[in-house]
Structures are given as C-alpha cells and as structure tokens.
C-alpha cells in the first residue's frame, strides 16, 4: 500500500467535528487572481475565435477581473468582514502589484496557482 502522508479514516468511525461557536457550516472563499497573456491562444476560451492570436474576445472577458472585478469583490468581502484565500499566479504579482498590496492590507492567504493562466504547467 502507497503511503500518503495520514493514516486512513472512514467518517463512520470518526469523532464528530466541532466547529467553533457551535457553528453547523465553514465556508472557504477563494478568489483567483489571474494573468493572462494577450500575445498567446487561451486556453479554455469559447467562441470561433478561441486559439487565435491576439484571441480579443477571450482575453478581455479575463481582463475584467483584475481591472474591476476584484475590487468589486474586495469592497463585498470587507462589508462582511470575509477573509479570503487569493490563489494567485505569480505573474499577476508583477503585472497587477496594487492587488496583492490590497490583499495584504486584509491579511489575505496566498496559495500558489501556476506561473500565468496562459501556459499549462508541464
């Protein structure tokens, strides 16, 4: 048998969990913040013209995020007081730096996604 790190556990035999507050339900907000090439195809992208290049239609859709979604979100996640996980591509740090000074401000969790959502990671 191939060790991974923790014993098995099936739920049936587990303590049941408790979370604080007595609270019946945790939730995990995530929020990606990506980069995407314009001089590359996109991946995933719809349309006739998905895999051109400039591929306009497909990159704008995925330039709206870090241009305004993301601070539509932030001004959401604060009226609530949510914190948040960013999963983050690296090139977005160089390319949109104002947004991880924003996350940081909120004490933002960073997790690791990819180089840039242009290239597929081999």
């Known amino acids: 048998m191939r060790d991974i790190g923790f014993e098995y556990s099936p739920i049936i035999t587990r303590e049941v969990l408790k979370w604080p507050g007595d609270a019946r339900l945790a ?3 995530g929020v990606a913040v990506e980069h995407h090439e314009f001089d590359l195809p996109t991946i995933g992208g719809s349309g006739m013209v998905s895999g051109s290049v400039p591929d306009v239609r497909n ?5 709206y995020g870090p241009r305004v979604g993301i601070w539509r979100l932030t001004d959401l996640l604060d009226r609530f007081e949510i914190r948040t996980t960013a999963f983050l591509n690296s ?3 160089d390319h949109y730096p104002i947004i ?7 004490d933002w969790e960073f997790m690791a996604h990819g180089v840039t959502n242009s290239k597929i990671l081999s």
Do not use: T
């Open 59 to 63: 990159f704008s859709a995925r330039d």
């Open 91 to 93: 090139s977005a740090c």
């Open 100 to 106: 991880i000074d924003e996350a940081r401000k909120r």
């Open 27 to 29: 939730v995990w907000v």
